[in-house]
């Protein structure tokens, strides 16, 4: 470790593979800062077989690393988890306890780094005393918003069961943002609902980011059997409200003008009740489940379709598909707090018949898709570099340990 002051970064999850928007979020912020103003003690739960793995891409996240033994979920996790309905927490945030982390922590902490990172709100169970510490907590999402959405979308038995959770998180959401030092947000709207719904007056926003080298610009051909695809972690369940909202309201539309049509839906554990929902339709989807690389499955199709009803945050699967030269059709929802222009870097549609028409659109005509392309690539390299994204956030954590910043938790 060199002399340069330390930032102790508290990851509930193993970061790689980057199998998701937040792991890639994260992941692409600590490769910025690794070799900055500070030193990065990354902690997280790992296996032994992972870190031997993983040696050489752990090494570009951070500086050090500890961490403590990964929780073994049982096959009927998604039933017992149901047990925490009883808590006064959420049941993710709930079941997102895990003793053999607290100890590992503490003893990072007790070592006085400059700086204590908390990713997720959740992930502050994890940390019950900062030991004056300062702390930042880095969010992702507005969780409680997210709830909020399930219970407008969920049927009609279900929507008493999403309230009542949405209640709980926005409780302990506005308590935990109340422990920081300093909050960091991926977009103004985010950062706004903290402060007038929680009374945050101390959340910063850093700007959604995408590796350019890693997602090199190429036009999409034309072909007789256009590809459509879908990118995202297929067990969260905004992700599954999206497709199932797809499957029904929007594919049939398209499928009916062009039956030669594909569809695939990248993304890791998609529920088997979806995948057999599509197969009965008779229409032609692919399920990838995990894959390694979803960068060649983007780059075959001629539209990246985001047909998302929940979300919070900012959707990184917009910038990495429009940075490959994908054009985008998506909900309002699916490109919430990025700074993009319908009609100009993708096509925007809320309602089935709408969504159906614009991707019809740039199905039959490749032109107007390379248009859209060029434009939205044009402005991901302008406003949408990782590298300048850490450059804000390490200003953030930089700010947060300046003793005349802290805000006397």
């Known amino acids: 470790m060199s002399e340069r002051p330390t930032l ?7 970061l790689l593979p980057a199998d998701s928007g937040g792991k890639i979020r994260t992941r692409d912020v600590l ?31 951070c500086d050090r690393l500890v961490t403590w033994p990964e929780p073994q979920r049982h096959r009927l996790f998604p039933l017992t988890r149901m047990r925490h309905l009883v808590s006064p927490l959420p049941i993710p945030v709930a079941t997102d306890r895990w003793p053999p982390a607290v100890p590992v922590i503490a003893a990072e902490l007790a070592r006085r780094p400059e700086v204590v990172v908390v990713d997720f709100p959740h992930a502050g169970l994890l940390v019950p005393q900062f030991h004056d510490v300062p702390a930042v907590l880095f969010t992702h999402n507005v969780e409680a918003e997210i709830f909020r959405r399930h219970a407008e979308v969920a049927p009609t038995p279900l929507r008493a069961f999403w309230r009542g959770q949405a209640r ?8 935990e943002l109340a422990r920081y030092d300093a909050v960091v947000a991926v977009a103004e709207r985010d950062r706004a609902f903290f402060e007038s719904r929680f009374g945050v ?3 910063a926003v850093i700007p959604t980011g ?3 080298a890693l997602h090199e610009f190429a036009l999409p051909a034309a072909s007789p059997e256009p590809q459509v695809v879908f990118s995202g972690s297929m067990d969260w369940l905004a992700n599954i409200d999206a497709i199932e909202f797809f499957l029904a309201e929007i594919w049939p539309r398209v499928a009916a003008v062009r039956p030669q049509a594909r569809f695939t839906v990248i993304g890791r554990n998609p529920p088997a009740r979806l995948v057999e929902a599509a197969r009965r339709s008779g229409h032609r989807w692919t399920f990838t489940g995990f894959v390694d690389d979803v960068r060649p499955y983007i780059r075959a199709a001629q539209a990246c379709v985001i047909p998302l009803r929940v979300a919070g945050g900012t959707r990184l699967k917009v910038f990495e598909a429009m940075a490959m030269g994908c054009p985008v059709v998506s ?12 009609g100009r870097h993708y096509e925007l549609a809320d309602a089935p018949e709408a969504f159906a028409a614009a991707l019809l659109r740039l199905l039959k005509q490749p032109e107007r898709g390379r248009e859209l392309a060029v434009a939205a690539r044009s402005h991901v390299e302008q406003h949408a570099s990782h590298l300048a994204v850490a450059r804000v956030f390490e200003e953030i954590c930089a700010r947060a340990a300046a003793p005349a910043s802290r805000s006397g938790r």
């Not at 102790?8 to 193993?14: D, G, I, M």
């Not at 709980?168 to 308590?175: A, T």
């Not at 909900?331 to 319908?342: D, F, K, M």
């Open 168 to 175: 709980k998180m926005e409780r302990f959401e506005r308590g």
């Open 8 to 14: 102790l970064f508290v990851s509930p999850r193993y």
């Open 31 to 61: 490769m910025g800062l690794k070799g900055g103003r500070f030193a990065v003690v990354l902690a997280c739960p790992a296996t032994p077989a992972k870190l031997a793995a993983d040696r050489a891409a752990l090494d570009t996240l």
């Open 201 to 203: 007056t101390h959340a």
């Open 210 to 212: 995408v590796n350019l």
């Open 331 to 342: 909900t309002a929802i699916g490109v919430e707090g990025l700074p993009l222009a319908p």
